[in-house]
């Protein structure tokens, strides 16, 4: 990491940390959206775990946003009816993204071209689902997108598609980040890869004044899986959000 440092010292990765997020994805995008100048961006999260995820310290700073998951319904039946958070307890497909982001940005009382982060992880198709948003226009500020560590730029490799594809917890997931940077090229820059090579991070092209642009290979990350998750103490909890959401309306 230290020769990645050199190498890349205006990256958002230099300014990574975790509050509730699995690695230091809070601090990279935290960053990110300063240079950009948005303070509390909007958000949609595809693939959440109410306790550990990229947009609760976002909440927690005054954003609001959707999460997207199959599997929320616990937490979804604590929330009260608010302005702050909806959820979609729903299993994502092509066939159903595009409509979630049109309810969502209802939600938000944006345009899709309001949408200021799409934070996907989805452990399968996240290369097609990206590739049906942007094929229909919709091209929010910031992608924070898992990526498939074990092939290095410039490969471009990722799985067939299926429907139903459940991650068996092997290297058969998603896509390379050689296979990403060739779908968003037209309309994004990558900005930063974060330290476990997990994540990585694109900004539209114009929104590019504040960052350096350094080659893919200089920024992509290889897969350090034992950095994750962050060691951070007490082990994290919902319960700071519940409060946050819960109270909007009271």
């Given at each position: 990491?230290?020769m990645?440092?050199?190498n890349i010292?205006?990256?958002?990765?230099?300014n990574?940390?975790?509050?509730?997020?699995?690695n230091?994805?809070?601090?990279i995008?935290?960053?990110?959206?300063?240079?950009?100048g948005?303070?509390n961006?909007?958000?949609?999260?595809?693939?959440?775990?109410?306790?550990?995820?990229n947009?609760?310290?976002f909440l927690?700073k005054?954003?609001?946003g959707c999460?997207?998951?199959?599997?929320?319904?616990d937490?979804?039946?604590?929330?009260?009816n608010?302005?702050?958070?909806?959820?979609f307890?729903?299993?994502?497909?092509?066939?159903?993204?595009?409509?979630?982001?049109?309810?969502?940005?209802?939600?938000?009382?944006?345009?899709?071209?309001?949408?200021?982060?799409?934070?996907?992880d989805?452990d399968?198709?996240?290369?097609?689902?990206?590739?049906?948003?942007?094929s229909?226009?919709?091209?929010?500020?910031?992608?924070?997108?898992?990526?498939n560590?074990?092939?290095?730029?410039?490969?471009?490799?990722?799985?067939?598609?299926s429907e139903n594809?459940?991650?068996?917890?092997?290297d058969?997931f998603?896509?390379?980040?050689?296979?990403y940077?060739?779908?968003?090229?037209?309309?994004?820059?990558?900005?930063?890869?974060?330290?476990?090579?997990?994540?990585?991070?694109?900004?539209?092209?114009?929104?590019m004044?504040?960052f350096?642009?350094?080659p893919?290979s200089?920024?992509?990350?290889?897969?350090r899986?034992y950095h994750?998750?962050f060691a951070?103490?007490?082990?994290?909890?919902s319960k700071?959000?519940?409060?946050l959401v819960?109270?909007i309306?009271?």
């Amino acid at each position: 990491m230290e020769m990645n440092r050199l190498n890349i010292p205006d990256s958002p990765i230099i300014n990574g940390f975790s509050i509730y997020s699995q690695n230091d994805e809070d601090g990279i995008l935290e960053d990110i959206f300063t240079r950009i100048g948005i303070l509390n961006p909007n958000f949609f999260e595809f693939g959440v775990a109410p306790e550990e995820n990229n947009t609760n310290y976002f909440l927690l700073k005054g954003s609001k946003g959707c999460w997207v998951d199959k599997g929320l319904t616990d937490f979804k039946n604590k929330l009260s009816n608010n302005g702050k958070l909806k959820i979609f307890d729903i299993f994502v497909k092509m066939d159903n993204i595009n409509s979630i982001l049109s309810q969502g940005c209802q939600f938000l009382g944006i345009a899709h071209s309001g949408i200021d982060l799409i934070s996907l992880d989805l452990d399968g198709n996240d290369y097609y689902f990206i590739d049906k948003i942007i094929s229909a226009g919709i091209l929010p500020k910031v992608l924070c997108l898992e990526y498939n560590a074990v092939f290095r730029p410039p490969l471009a490799i990722k799985i067939k598609y299926s429907e139903n594809h459940q991650w068996d917890h092997d290297d058969y997931f998603g896509c390379s980040l050689g296979a990403y940077q060739s779908l968003l090229s037209p309309y994004y820059a990558l900005v930063s890869c974060n330290i476990a090579g997990s994540n990585c991070f694109f900004v539209r092209n114009e929104l590019m004044d504040s960052f350096t642009r350094y080659p893919v290979s200089a920024l992509y990350q290889p897969p350090r899986y034992y950095h994750s998750p962050f060691a951070k103490g007490h082990p994290p909890s919902s319960k700071f959000i519940l409060d946050l959401v819960n109270e909007i309306d009271q």
